[in-house]
């Protein structure tokens, strides 16, 4: 089993900037593509950005391109995603996700996440 945990989230001013951590606990040694979604109130989750167990590849949906950056430190099992140039459309519950891999990979993606956060909310708002 693995378990995640998700920080960082807050409340912060339209152009600012935030970085959300997802740190993981158990089952570390395995392989893992982490994925970050969001869901804003009223709206459906969506994929936001994902990473694969082999960090050569990394993914980002449209609106986020250009302002948001997933990475992963795996020496502290934990992957970030630095948001700057935050707009009032950011403001979501931000979830970290894991899709386990039999081996290192450079797939990632947004279906058949095998384990979740419980999420952290971000305000974008003045």
């Known amino acids: 089993q693995l378990q995640l945990v998700e920080s960082g989230g807050g409340l912060v001013q339209p152009g600012g900037s935030l970085t959300l951590s997802c740190t993981a606990s158990?089952?570390?040694?395995?392989?893992?593509?982490i994925t970050w979604f969001r869901q804003a109130p009223g709206k459906e989750r969506e994929g936001v950005s994902c990473?694969?167990?082999?960090?050569?590849?990394?993914r980002y949906v449209d609106s986020v391109k250009g302002r948001f950056t997933i990475s992963r430190d795996s020496a502290e099992n934990t992957v970030y995603l630095q948001m700057n140039s935050l707009k009032s459309e950011d403001t979501a519950v931000y979830y970290c996700?894991?899709?386990?891999?039999?081996?290192?990979?450079?797939?990632?993606?947004?279906?058949?996440?095998?384990?979740w956060g419980k999420g952290t909310l971000v305000t974008v708002s003045s």
């Open positions: 158990g089952s570390t040694s395995g392989y893992y593509a």
């Open positions: 990473i694969s167990s082999g960090d050569s590849r990394t």
């Open positions: 996700a894991a899709n386990r891999q039999s081996g290192r990979s450079t797939y990632c993606g947004y279906i058949g996440m095998d384990y």
